[in-house]
Nanobody, 116 residues
Framework: QVQFVESGGGLVQPGESLRLSCVVD??????????VGWYRQAAGRQRELVAQ???????TYKNDVKGRFTISRDFAKNTVYLQMNNLKPEDTAVYYC????????WGQGTQVTVAS
């Protein structure tokens, strides 16, 4: 059973940065065998996939975060990161991680609020 623990959210002003962390707790070698996606859900909206890193390391991004967000991983820490730069108010949401299909149990998420 794989579990995801998200952290790193907060309240920031437009243009600032945050780095989110997702600890994948499912065995020592989880990240070697699975891709991971970062999702977000804004109030009143459906959850959406914003970035993913495949098992082989390839990355893809939602169009409106390309050039601003970067997904990466640390095998030793079994952690996937989402570096978010030049944040905008429309990035405000609860951010979650899961496999790229969203098939596993969801964690608590971490709140990101971008406001001046």
């Amino acid at each position: 059973q794989v579990q995801f623990v998200e952290s790193g959210g907060g309240l920031v002003q437009p243009g600032e940065s945050l780095r989110l962390s997702c600890v994948v707790d499912g065995g020592r070698f989880s990240l070697y065998y699975m891709g991971v996606g970062w999702y977000r859900q804004a109030a009143g909206r459906q959850r959406e996939l914003v970035a993913q890193i495949a098992k082989g390391g390839g990355t893809t991004y939602k169009n409106d975060v390309k050039g601003r967000f970067t997904i990466s991983r640390d095998f030793a820490k079994n952690t996937v990161y989402l570096q978010m730069n030049n944040l905008k108010p429309e990035d405000t949401a609860v951010y979650y991680c899961n496999d790229p299909q969203g098939n596993r149990e969801w964690g608590q998420g971490t709140q990101v609020t971008v406001a001046s």
